[in-house]
């Protein structure tokens, strides 16, 4: 007896189909990570009034203020301000959901857009078909395992 073939219910030899294994699992699927990115800015710039690097890093090693060397943004939050010092980087009378609200009304619409943006954007490429071509350079290269279009 065939090791492929096995004895269905009725007592005929059926074939059994092989399991394809995802070679590309691991990978990094670089139109995802873009999203995501750009997601994260753009609700940190709305809510906090900062980009995403200056929000999660700053103030954590000593330089708060850092980026703002000369005067300090009352409307600007870090993640360090909100967890060790909620009152440092923005005045005394504005509580965080003042800075959150104000923010967003500054800013919230052009971040939506951009988040908008970038999903359309996103879904245009892949529908021009420009992944398969980048996959392939990234296979030609020897990065193919490693990220994914």
């Known amino acids: 007896m065939n090791m492929a073939a096995r004895r269905g219910r009725k007592g005929q030899f059926k074939k059994t189909s092989?399991?394809?294994?995802?070679?590309?699992?691991?990978?990094?699927?670089?139109p995802n990570a873009a999203v995501s990115l750009v997601t994260a800015n753009a609700l940190t710039q709305s809510m906090f009034g900062t980009n995403l690097r200056t929000f999660l890093?700053?103030?954590?090693?000593?330089d708060e203020g850092s980026r703002y060397q000369?005067?300090?943004?009352?409307?600007?939050?870090?993640l360090a301000e909100m967890l060790m010092k909620p009152t440092q980087g923005r005045s005394a009378d504005y509580s965080m959901g003042d800075v959150i609200k104000h923010n967003l009304s500054t800013h919230g619409a052009q971040q939506a857009m951009a988040i908008v943006g970038t999903k359309l954007a996103v879904g245009a490429v892949k529908k021009l078909g420009v992944g398969r071509s980048a996959n392939k350079l990234a296979r030609s290269i020897g990065a193919g395992k490693m990220v994914k279009f």
């Open 18 to 30: 092989r399991r394809r294994t995802n070679k590309y699992k691991g990978a990094v699927n670089v």
């Open 57 to 62: 890093l700053d103030g954590w090693m000593g």
């Open 70 to 78: 000369n005067f300090n943004n009352s409307w600007e939050m870090t």
